[in-house]
């Protein structure tokens, strides 16, 4: 149980400060609960961390009912990241850098969180748990199916939103796949 709360707090800690210092400054979005909250943030301005957390309220009481270590992880660590969101908001206007870098920088700090959090079979959100899930019945690894509905999401968003500015998400959440497949598969025995 340690271990698993370490785990939270290493990999909602990234998640905060990787949203919150590289990405949106430059008004794109992550993949997944994140981005579809930050795009309620874009259209109507709601509380980001308080708009993850009810987002994720359906998929979270499907998980009770499918796999409770999943669910009871999962909650823990759907609430601690959208804290993290909140806590390293000061981060927006921290850093000063080129859009491409803070990309690939958020990008690389998200995937650590967010990888670390799946390895551990710890959901930092709505849609990561939906991904562990349909990882445990398909055997396909969860980083994949977690980069297939975030670039769904993302390529929603662009259409929704109009702003050409969020082809850099496909970047971000490119990153974040890669980095969640890598971390998830290096090593390990078991299928998550």
């Known amino acids: 149980m340690l271990k698993k709360l370490a785990v939270i707090g290493f990999g909602s800690t990234m998640i905060g400060i990787g949203v919150n210092g590289f990405i949106l400054p430059f008004h794109i979005i992550n993949g997944g609960m ?18 993850f957390v009810f987002l994720n309220i359906p998929v979270y ?12 992880y999962g909650l823990i ?20 850098l080129p859009i491409i870098s803070s990309v690939i920088l958020g990008g690389l700090i998200i995937g650590i969180g967010v990888g670390t959090m ?47 500015r969020l082809l850099y998400s496909l970047l971000v959440v490119s990153i974040v796949g890669i980095l969640a497949t890598a971390i ?8 998550i």
């Open 34 to 51: 994140f981005g579809i909250s930050i795009v309620f943030n874009y259209l109507w301005q709601l509380n980001i961390g308080i708009t």
């Open 61 to 72: 009481l499907y998980a009770y009912k499918s796999d409770f270590n999943y669910f009871f």
């Open 77 to 96: 660590g759907a609430f601690f990241s959208g804290f993290m969101i909140e806590f390293w908001f000061p981060l927006r206007d921290a850093f000063h």
């Open 118 to 164: 799946l390895r551990n079979h710890i959901s930092p959100g709505g849609m990561d748990l939906l991904a562990l899930l349909l990882a445990k019945w398909t055997k396909i690894n969860v980083g994949i199916i977690g980069y297939v509905i975030d670039t769904v999401i993302i390529i929603s968003s662009l259409l929704l939103l109009k702003e050409p």
């Open 184 to 191: 998830t598969s290096y090593g390990s025995d078991e299928s």
